[in-house]
C-alpha cells in the first residue's frame, strides 16, 4: 500500500470556468509528489513538492494566485510537519514569496522555532537566501476582481470565502513509513491586515505523526481553529476509527459545533486514505500503486495509470 500521496486544492464552490484548472493542478501535484515516493524520496520531500506546484499555479489562493487583504495586499501563511520527529515549520502573513510552503521548512529545519511571521518571517527568508519576488507577481485579475467585489457595501466576505476556496495541501506516506503533511494559503479574502487563520497553526491546518497519520485542511480557518481539526480527527482515529470515519465525524462536529465548512485529505501509517469534505466542493487527487484516483464533487473517484499518463 505504500507509498501514497493525497492533495487537496481547497473545499467550497469552484467556479464552473475553473473545474478544469482545479483538477488538472491537483493531478499534476499528486503525480510529482508520488515520483518522489517511488525514487524512495521522503514523504517530507514530496508534500513540499506537491504544494510548492499548486503554489506555482495561478488557479490556487496559495502562492501565486493569493487572495489580498482589505487592502489589496497578498499575506501568505504555510504549514509543513515531520511525522517521524513531530519537527514542524511555519510561516504566516508573509509577503513577497512565490513559495511559503519551502520557506516554512526551512524555519523547520534551520531554527529553534516553529512559525514565524510578517517582517520576522520576510527577514528570516532574506538571510536564507530565498528571492525576493514582486507582490505584483503573486497577484492574478482574477483575485483583484474578487477584491473589488468585496469591497462593495453589500459585500459579506465570508460567504464570498466559503464559496470559492483554494487553499492547497498534502500528505504522504513514503516506503519507509514516514509521514508528512504540508499546506498553504492565501487566507481569507478581504481579510484584516495581520489576520493569520488555521493554515500555519499546527493540529488545525495540519498535523502528522508517524503512529497515528497525517492530515491537511481547508475551510473556514476560524472554524477549523475552534476544533483544532486536524488534531480531532487524529484523535479518532486513536480510537480506531478509519480516515474516512474519522474525517466525517470531525467535519460533521465542526458544521454543528459552529456552523463551519471545510475539507481534508488524510493517510494512516499503513496507506489507508481519505478526501473528505462537508463544503459542495473539494479538488483532490490520491496516488497509490500507480493509481491515481481524483474527484471533485462528493462521491466521486476517477481513477487513472499514472504509468499511462507520464508516458
Keep these: 500500500m505504500l507509498p501514497v500521496v493525497v492533495v487537496h486544492g481547497g473545499a467550497g464552490t469552484v467556479p464552473r470556468e475553473r473545474t478544469e484548472q482545479s483538477c488538472a493542478g491537483v493531478k499534476e501535484a499528486a503525480r510529482a509528489g508520488y515520483d518522489i515516493l517511488q525514487k524512495g524520496g521522503s514523504a517530507i520531500d514530496a508534500v513540499t513538492e506537491a504544494v510548492t506546484l499548486m503554489e506555482n499555479n ?30 514542524s515549520g511555519a510561516v504566516s502573513a508573509v509577503r513577497k514569496v512565490a513559495n511559503p510552503i519551502q520557506l516554512a521548512r526551512l524555519v523547520m529545519e534551520k531554527t529553534k522555532h516553529l512559525c514565524l511571521t ?38 459579506n466576505p465570508v460567504e464570498s470565502q466559503m464559496g470559492k476556496m483554494g487553499t492547497v495541501g498534502a500528505v504522504a506516506v513514503d516506503k519507509e513509513g514516514n509521514i508528512a503533511c504540508a499546506t498553504s494559503t492565501g487566507g481569507m479574502i478581504n481579510k484584516m491586515e495581520g489576520r493569520v ?35 480531532l480527527i487524529l484523535f ?50 490520491a496516488v497509490q500503486q500507480d493509481q491515481l484516483h481524483y474527484g471533485l464533487y462528493h462521491g466521486e473517484d476517477f481513477i487513472e495509470s499514472v504509468q499511462e499518463q507520464t508516458q
Aim: glycine fraction near 12%.
Design 197 to 231: 487563520g488555521d493554515t500555519p497553526c499546527v493540529g488545525c491546518g495540519g498535523y502528522a505523526d508517524n503512529k497515528i497519520g497525517a492530515v491537511s485542511s481547508t475551510g473556514h480557518g476560524e472554524a477549523i481553529m475552534k476544533v483544532i481539526l486536524c488534531r
Design 58 to 87: 495561478p488557479t490556487y489562493n496559495a502562492g501565486r494566485g493569493s487572495v489580498l487583504n482589505v487592502k489589496g495586499e497578498v499575506e501568505m501563511d504555510a504549514l509543513v510537519m515531520d511525522g517521524k520527529t513531530l519537527a
Design 236 to 285: 479518532h482515529m486513536e480510537q480506531g476509527k478509519s480516515p474516512q470515519e474519522a474525517s466525517d465525524l470531525a467535519l460533521a462536529y465542526m458544521k454543528e459545533r459552529v456552523e463551519g465548512l471545510g475539507g481534508v485529505v488524510v493517510v494512516d501509517p499503513k496507506g489507508t486514505w481519505a478526501a473528505r469534505f462537508s463544503s459542495l466542493q473539494m479538488a483532490w487527487a
Design 118 to 155: 510578517a517582517e520576522g518571517a520576510s527577514k528570516f527568508a532574506r538571510d536564507m537566501g530565498v528571492p525576493e519576488v514582486t507582490e505584483e507577481s503573486l497577484i492574478t485579475d482574477y483575485a483583484k476582481m474578487r477584491w473589488k467585489k468585496n469591497l462593495e457595501p453589500e459585500a
